[in-house]
């Protein structure tokens, strides 16, 4: 990726980056908080052809938009967050997964794969943390796991699957 | 001596109407302050209560400005960074060097043309060099161009500009208020500033773990006493040995900005520079009756055009060095051509040493114009860029591509 950053005496901090599309997206940092975003034509790379000025609670409203801390696209629900060699990541349960209507200990996720299963989601954001070995999986809920990259490997295996 | 505050209290109210005006016109408050100072004085008028003449006040609002220039350079310097300069890059180094090398000469030829002396003509070339950062860094924000690739080049210009700034102070004060006739006297006080100068910026370098620690203050208004102190000291006894104030203030401003306490004396400091500051412009404008204006128009006039084609040169030699479009270039000499606060700083120094008078009003008809012409250039710069397109034809390939969008 390629961003640039310069300082602007006097006003703030610019950063400049040319998107894969061909775009110029710069964003202004301004030294009273505000922040500004510019979009430049890809074939004159002098006019902005729009701009966007947000107030600092504004700009982190969009950035943690962006970052997809309030919806994650469907492209990504499996988004990992690694540390080190422990990875945690959210698993979502298809109707057509086999695993659906068995029980954590019918599949016996800990002993077959090392990993173990550190919080459910279900429909409506009803939440288990810690949940135990008779939590009975469902259709459209998320599984959050923890476990090691080869770990999670068996672990889908066995969603899919209903077995090791 | 009775009505004091109530004469200080109405130049306040003078200067709030006229930034308020400015804002609703959407123009610069720096000229609006000059003028509404150049209204009222002795040649006005009393009402009732309220005497526009300030006779009482004068020099109390003279003395609040001498605080506010002193806010102003110690800004600067908070703000400046060296670290930042020897980054900013090649372009911009030559840039500011074409700016300043054009810029300069020109003023200097101006001030012979025009025949004044030699320290007369020091003045006005500093006057009609150093654009105005609070002026540039506004209308770039207002006409939203912060994020054009120009801007950097115009940013990195001013920056030069103020560490030209800062020398030449240095040097002028040391030459016109030494007050030292022979050339030997001149070049001692100058030695003598530039000394100070060094030895100030070398102990601060070396006392920065030291102030790091004496700095540690919980209390605010301990922090801040312990900040205005140490302005108003150095300040004033760089006076006593024929430097500029503002340059004492300017030197605090660089050894503070290097403590990990900066950004703390810059919030404390803001609102005391934006409130002085204006009073400044204000005091300013009282010491200039209106009726003197006219000898200096026809001189004002020609040094605007002086500057406007300077300004317009460097930007376009600027501009093409770093290898910006033509009509980011144009946008660069239309921008920096603001003048303002460092032009009438420079005026004051030329008052101080006891110059000719003429270059008071010259210097506040000069700012006057460039404050409001300036921005007006810079807004309408692409109508510039394409009337000037007629004459120069800049390479084939962008007029045509001009054309077609």
Not at chain 2, 83 to 94: C, D, E, F, Q
Not at chain 2, 176 to 202: P, Q, W, Y
Request: aromatic share 8%; hydrophobic share 50%.
């Amino acid at each position: 990726m390629n961003i640039r950053e310069i300082d602007l005496p006097g006003i703030g901090r610019k950063f400049q980056m040319i998107t894969r599309s061909g775009d110029k997206f710069v964003v202004i940092v301004h030294d009273d908080g505000r922040r500004e975003c510019y979009h430049f034509e890809h074939e004159d790379p002098e006019t902005s052809i729009s701009m966007i000025s947000l107030d600092d609670d504004e700009a982190r409203m969009i950035a943690s938009i962006i970052g997809g801390m309030a919806y994650k696209p469907k492209m990504l629900e499996n988004i990992e967050v690694a540390i080190d060699d422990l990875v945690i990541e959210w698993y979502k349960i298809e109707s057509s997964y086999a695993c659906v209507g068995k029980t954590i200990g019918e599949l016996n996720i800990r002993a077959n794969t090392g990993a173990t299963v550190i919080a459910i989601l279900g429909p409506n954001h009803v939440k288990h943390v810690n949940p135990g070995p008779d939590f009975r999986l469902a259709a459209d809920t998320t599984i959050i796991v923890a476990g090691e990259r080869a770990q999670h490997k068996e672990l889908k295996k066995i969603l899919l699957q209903g077995s090791p | 001596m009775d009505h004091m505050v109530l004469e200080v209290g109405l130049a306040i109210a003078l200067i709030a109407l006229a930034g308020l005006l400015s804002n609703k016109l959407r123009f610069s408050v720096i000229p609006f302050y000059i003028l509404i100072g150049m209204a009222v004085g002795p040649h006005s008028i009393q009402i009732w209560h309220f005497d526009f003449r300030f006779i009482e006040s004068t020099p109390l609002i003279e003395f609040m400005g001498r605080i506010g220039v002193l806010f102003l350079l110690f800004y600067l310097g908070l703000e400046f960074s060296v670290g930042r300069l020897i980054k900013s890059g090649k372009s911009i180094a030559v840039g500011g060097t074409i700016y300043i090398g054009i810029n300069f000469t020109l003023g200097l030829v101006f001030g012979w043309a025009a025949g004044f002396a030699l320290q007369e003509t020091l003045v006005v070339a500093g006057i009609t060099t150093i654009s105005s950062s609070a002026i540039v860094a506004k209308v770039l924000v207002d006409l939203k161009r912060t994020a054009n690739p120009e801007t950097e080049m115009i940013l990195g210009i001013i920056m030069f500009e103020d560490v030209f700034l800062a020398v030449y102070i240095s040097i002028l004060s040391g030459l016109v208020l030494s007050g030292s006739t022979s050339v030997g006297g001149v070049i001692v006080s100058a030695l003598i500033a530039l000394g100070f100068m060094l030895a100030l910026l070398l102990i601060g370098r070396k006392a920065v773990p030291l102030l790091n620690k004496a700095l540690n203050i919980r209390s605010n208004e301990l922090f801040g006493l312990v900040i205005f102190a140490s302005l108003f000291l150095v300040a004033g006894f760089s006076e006593t040995i024929h430097v500029a104030e503002a340059i004492g203030a300017l030197l605090v401003g660089l050894v503070l900005a290097e403590t990990e306490h900066m950004k703390r004396i810059e919030k404390l400091i803001l609102p005391f520079r934006d409130f002085f500051g204006a009073i400044f412009f204000f005091s300013f404008g009282l010491t200039i009756d209106p009726t003197t204006l006219g000898g200096a128009v026809g001189l004002s006039i020609a040094a605007v055009v002086v500057t406007l084609i300077g300004n317009f040169a460097a930007g376009m030699f600027a501009g093409r060095s770093a290898g910006l479009s033509p009509k980011a270039s144009v946008n660069i000499g239309l921008t920096i051509v603001s003048r303002g606060e460092f032009s009438i700083i420079m005026a004051n120094i030329a008052k101080a040493g006891g110059l000719l008078a003429i270059i008071q009003p010259f210097a506040a008809l000069y700012v006057l114009i460039l404050a409001i012409v300036g921005p007006l250039l810079t807004k309408e710069s692409k109508l510039i860029y394409k009337l000037v397109g007629r004459f120069f034809k800049w390479d084939k390939k962008t007029s045509n591509a001009e054309s077609t969008t």
